[in-house]
Every structure is written in C-alpha cells, then in structure tokens.
C-alpha cells in the first residue's frame, strides 16, 4: 500500500517569504502526483499535477519537483502572500491501481502581513 | 464552466439518524468519487464509480454506508444509522478519462456533525 507523508504538519512564515512543502511516497512506482490547495470549510483545488515522466511544473509562484527514485515531491512557493494560507495537500497515484488517489495529511501554511 | 456540485453544504443529526449526500459532477467526466475526511488527515476513498458502475467499494462500510449513481451522473451517498463516529466532511469528486492522466475536481464538500 502507497503511504504519504506530509512534513511539517504547520508552517508559519513572515510575507515574502520563499518556502518549500514537502511530500514523500512510499512506493516510487507512480503514475503521477497532483498538489492541491485547501482553504477552511471549502473543497480541494488542483494547483499542479506532476505525470511521473517529469520533473517538474510551473504555475505563477509556485514550482512542483518530483524526484521518484527518492520518492520525494516539494512545492515551492516564492514570495509568499497572505493570501496563500491554506493547507496543503499531496496525493500520489501508483502505477499498480492509477485510478486510486493516496492523500498525505497536508500541511497547513499560514504567512503572516 | 460549472464545477462540481454537492449538498447540502452542512448537516447536524441526532446519532442513529439517517443522512444523504448529493452530487452532481462536472458535465462528461465518468469518474465520480467519494471521500471522506477526518480533521486534520487527508481525505480517504469511500467509493469510485466509472459511469454507473462502483468499481472500487472496498472502503465503503457497507452495513450503514450505501451509495448510488443513477444514469452515470448524479450521485447519492447514504449513512443509515449515522454514529458519532461518522463526523467528517464528505467530498465529492469527478474527473475524466483517467488513463489520460487527468486531473480530479472536487466539490465544496459536506460537513456532518452527528451528536
């Protein structure tokens, strides 16, 4: 069974700030591995979805790595707003069940003005 | 383009009650999921559903938990009873062809409190 882990569990982090999330898999055979952004009380939202022959992806701020040999994943984020605390989440997909998402905990990010 | 739909937004029931959980998700994806998340964790499967068909159940607590997908579009998720236990946010999710990698869209999410 695929298991995530999502460390730290809470970031807090003055504006402006350049910071990386980080997520780690256990079976590095996967089929890709999306980050999603979760405000309080709302659904998820997909911010960037890595296919597992990347490396990584771009969206505005924030840059998605994935390194499946080590089976890590980070999402950096530049200059960090206010607006951007959330929590955080990953979810791998395995190559042996693709239609199958494994979520980590996430980590809850809070930048502060 | 509208995105996935769920109601009611929040519910509070007495233990033992019943419950149910609408969704209608994003107009042509045949993948539908259900999940279910406790405070703090990410959310865990309860059910996948490719067109009206469950195809992955394996997590869904049959003996109160049952859920439909009438015309592989609109989904039903019910508890009967309800426990305490059972207090989690419920998301909907859809999707399209996954072998093309496609990505999942979820729903705003139910919030169910049960006493």
């Known amino acids: 069974k695929q298991e995530v882990t999502q460390i730290p569990a809470a970031l807090s982090v003055p504006e402006g700030e350049n910071l990386v999330l980080n997520c780690s898999f256990t079976?590095?055979?996967?089929?890709?591995l999306q980050w999603f952004r979760q405000d309080p009380g709302k659904g998820l939202t997909s911010l960037l979805l890595?296919?597992?022959?990347?490396r990584e992806q771009t969206s505005g701020r924030l840059n998605a790595s994935l390194d499946k040999s080590s089976g890590r994943s980070t999402l950096y984020i530049a200059a960090s707003q206010p607006g951007d605390s959330a929590t955080y989440l990953c979810?791998?997909?395995?190559?042996?069940?693709?239609?199958?998402?494994?979520f980590g905990s996430g980590t809850k990010l809070n930048v502060k003005p | 383009e509208a995105g996935v739909v769920q109601s009611p937004r929040y519910k509070i029931i007495e233990k033992k009650q019943p419950v149910a959980f609408w969704c209608n998700p994003i107009?042509?994806?045949?993948?539908l999921y259900w999940y279910r998340q406790n405070l703090g964790q990410g959310p865990e499967l309860l059910i996948r559903?490719?067109?009206?068909?469950?195809?992955?159940d394996s997590q869904l607590p049959k003996d109160r938990f049952s859920a439909e997908r009438l015309k592989g579009v609109d989904s039903t998720l019910k508890i009967q009873p309800a426990e305490l236990g059972d207090s989690a946010v419920y998301l909907c999710?859809?999707?399209?062809?996954?072998?093309?990698?496609?990505?999942?869209?979820f729903g705003p999410g139910t919030r169910l409190t049960v006493l």
């Open positions: 890595i296919q597992s022959s990347q």
């Open positions: 559903y490719e067109n009206e068909e469950a195809v992955d």
């Open positions: 079976d590095s055979a996967i089929y890709n």
């Open positions: 107009s042509g994806h045949n993948t």
């Open positions: 999710a859809s999707s399209a062809d996954l072998s093309l990698g496609n990505e999942q869209f």
């Open positions: 979810a791998v997909r395995p190559q042996w069940n693709f239609n199958k998402f494994y």
